[in-house]
């Protein structure tokens, strides 16, 4: 698989306090990338270098071998870089369908005059077939300020697809999810993503999602890359387990594997 | 034609009715009727900034240069072509549109609304100190000439009445097309979440600053158009009270529809001169109650009213494209 993205010693100070430190990722082609850290770790830092939110006090920030670092947002985003947020980016007071529409009238804007109608029919039938994608169209023609949180989440996911990027970054896709639905939640998403060819890195706070649907994890921690292998290494990994994980994960994994046991007997 | 959506139709259909009551109405009233239109288009400037939730209270200011242009081209190169004197205008709404709006556009919200305040009272200042240009008096414009053609009279009236109506009529379609368009849907979203708008791939400032120019281009037609009905200028168009009557209107009126600062520039003009007439002291206390009364019980102005009265005639799934 051929890298995409590349950072250089990645770096990040606000002041005395150093939010980055010497971050060394490559991400390839097609992959999907969990990342891990605990608040503060630098993980959304380093999401908003990449996506231009954020300039890096030094370091590259290599695109298809192009030096992103330091450009515009939108520059980033025509590159073929989305993102989607922790809190939900929408447009509060228009219906679901309008803001995909919008953000589909942005993405194809240079293919229509200023004075011809931007939306049309053709344009809605698109905003609908990717609602449906990501199972939302029955909410179409909802103020998005009256959806669960979960919806909104896909709505805004969705938006952020529609420039057809080559790579997205999902900040804690399935917050404010309920943990019972965080599951389907997840699996609608990747379903949605894979037929898209989208190399995708998603920030997540919950393990057995990390485990069940990253082949390759991150761990973040103050400001510093503490592992990047495949997650079932990271997961075990000591400095992972005592620094990011905490003992809950493990616990409950070894609860789960004496409940294994006992049912077995 | 056959793209044209009902509000367009209703624009079309406009031109013949304005041309009707020309002919129908008292000369007192027509004058109003064209007075409003020449307003009515800085109107529906400051309703095209509003959509991207961007008030400005110096919309005067280009009021003003479409005003003065048509006085300063009489009066230093001799010109009284209104088509020249148009194209003039507009020229100078757009050098100074174009570099105000470099610094404007980055500002959002009460910082916008008095950079715009700002700007127009310095060229308030600036005129009113200027004798030259006949200071707070200002100075009288000629009559209007057409390509040779010099009407004078009765007629010189109908021309510039019938001119008028076909260049508000034209304006208000294009900004409709416009405010339907790509960039008028960006302008729509850059008012609900600007971050958002980045990150989908489009700059907010560079649409922001066409709207502004946009803005301020048929704000200086609408000068023209009004210094020429009434045949001169004064340093007043510039000043901020005038910029707040717009602001008025498209409260007054509401956003939903570029009919609606039209319509509500001759309402609040038939309003001012009633109140004058029950109430000569106090007619800008009526104003005020009717603008308390609006903000109360239709905040969203009067177009609200039409569209309430479709979405209840209409299946709700029509409603929508009802009210566009």
Redesign the interface.
């Known amino acids: 698989m051929s890298v995409i993205l590349e950072t250089v010693g990645l770096e990040k100070s606000f002041d005395a306090v150093v939010a980055a430190h010497n971050i060394n990722i490559r991400i390839h082609a097609g992959e999907v990338v969990g990342v891990i850290g605990s608040n503060g770790a630098g993980k959304t830092t380093f999401v908003n270098m990449v996506t231009g939110y954020l300039t890096p006090t030094a370091g590259q920030i290599l695109f298809h071998r192009e030096d992103i670092a330091g450009m515009p947002t939108r520059e980033i985003t025509k590159m073929g870089i989305c993102r989607s947020f922790q809190i939900p980016q929408l447009f509060p007071e228009l219906t679901v369908l309008d803001n995909v529409l919008i953000a589909l009238t942005i993405a194809r804007r240079g293919k229509r005059g200023w004075l011809r109608p931007a939306i049309d029919a053709g344009l809605t039938q698109d905003a609908m077939d990717l609602l449906a994608r990501f199972h939302i169209e029955e909410h179409a023609h909802k103020l998005t300020t009256t959806l669960a949180q979960g919806v909104r989440k896909l709505v805004d996911i969705a938006m952020a697809t529609v420039a057809q990027p080559r790579l997205l970054f999902l900040d804690e896709p399935t917050s404010g999810v309920s943990a019972e639905e965080k599951m389907s939640f997840m699996a609608t998403l990747i379903d949605a993503l894979k037929a898209t060819d989208t190399s995708v890195l998603f920030i997540e706070h919950d393990m057995e999602l990390i485990e069940a649907f990253a082949p390759r994890c991150i761990a973040f921690y103050e400001g510093t890359i503490l592992a990047d292998a495949p997650t079932s290494q990271v997961l075990e990994n000591d400095k992972v387990r005592e620094f990011v994980i905490g003992a809950e994960f493990h616990r409950s994994a070894d609860d789960d594997a004496q409940n294994d046991m006992q049912k077995g007997a | 034609m056959k ?1 044209f959506d009902k509000t367009e139709w209703a624009l079309v259909i406009a031109f013949p009715v304005l041309l009707a009551l020309m002919v129908l109405l008292p000369r007192w009233l027509v004058n109003y009727v064209q007075i409003s239109m020449g307003m009515g288009l800085v109107a529906l400037a400051v309703m095209i900034q509003m959509r991207a939730g961007l008030v400005s209270f110096g919309q005067g200011l280009y009021f003003c240069v479409g005003g003065y242009a048509a006085g300063m081209a009489d009066k230093f190169l001799g010109i009284s072509d209104i088509f020249l004197i148009l194209i003039l205008a507009v020229a100078a709404s757009l050098v100074l549109s174009g570099v105000l709006g470099l610094l404007l556009r980055r500002y959002r919200e009460i910082f916008f609304a008095m950079l715009t305040l700002a700007v127009s009272m310095i060229l308030f200042s600036l005129l009113s100190s200027s004798h030259g240009l006949g200071s707070t008096d200002g100075f009288n414009l000629p009559q209007a000439s057409y390509l040779g053609w010099t009407p004078t009279g009765e007629t010189g009236t109908a021309a510039l009445y019938v001119l008028t109506a076909l260049l508000t009529l034209t304006s208000a379609a ?1 900004i409709h ?2 405010l ?7 302008v ?2 850059i008012r ?2 600007e ?9 907010a400032h560079a649409s922001v600053h066409a709207t502004y120019m946009i803005a301020a281009v048929i704000s200086s037609i609408g000068g023209v158009l009004w210094a020429m009905s009434l045949g001169h200028v004064t340093p007043e168009m510039a000043n901020w009270t005038t910029s707040g009557q717009f602001v008025f209107i498209v409260i007054l009126a509401g956003t939903g529809n570029v009919i609606a600062p039209l319509v509500g520039t001759f309402v609040l003009e038939v309003l001012r001169v009633y109140a004058v007439e029950v109430s000569p002291n106090t007619w800008q206390m009526i104003l005020g109650i009717v603008m308390l009364l609006t903000i109360v019980f239709l905040p969203k102005g009067l177009w609200s009213l039409l569209e309430r009265a479709s979405k209840r005639s209409l299946p709700h799934e029509h409603a929508q494209e009802q009210s566009q």
């Open positions: 793209d294009l097309r416009f339907r368009g790509p960039v008028g849907k960006i729509e979203a609900e979440n971050l958002r708008v980045e990150y989908l791939g489009t700059s």
